[in-house]
C-alpha cells in the first residue's frame, strides 16, 4: 500500500512538472499539422479544436490556471471596506 502511494505521488509530482514546464502538446485531432484533412489525405483548411496553431493546453496545465484563478478572485480585498484600501 505505501509502495503505490508513493508510486501515486511520484507520478502526479511528474506530470505537474510536465505540465510547468511544457503546457502545450500537439493537438491529437491533427497530430500537431493545424490543418484539417480530407478523406482523401488532402488539406481542407486549419484544424479547429487548434484553431490552426497544432497545439493544445494539457489538461493538467488548465486545472491549475482555473485554480490559480479561482484563488485569486476569492482573495481580492472588498472594495467597500475602506481600512483593507489604506
Wanted: proline share 7%; charged share 25%.
Amino acid at each position: 500500500m505505501l509502495a503505490a502511494s508513493l508510486l501515486l505521488a511520484l507520478l502526479t509530482l511528474g506530470y505537474a512538472a510536465l505540465c510547468a514546464g511544457a503546457p502545450f502538446t500537439k493537438c491529437p485531432r491533427c497530430q500537431g499539422s493545424g490543418k484539417r484533412r480530407t478523406p482523401a489525405d488532402r488539406s481542407a483548411g486549419a484544424c479547429r479544436p487548434c484553431e490552426g496553431t497544432g497545439l493544445r493546453v494539457r489538461a493538467g496545465r488548465r486545472l491549475h490556471t482555473w485554480w490559480t484563478r479561482t484563488h485569486a478572485h476569492g482573495n481580492r480585498p472588498d472594495p467597500t471596506d475602506r481600512d483593507q484600501l489604506r
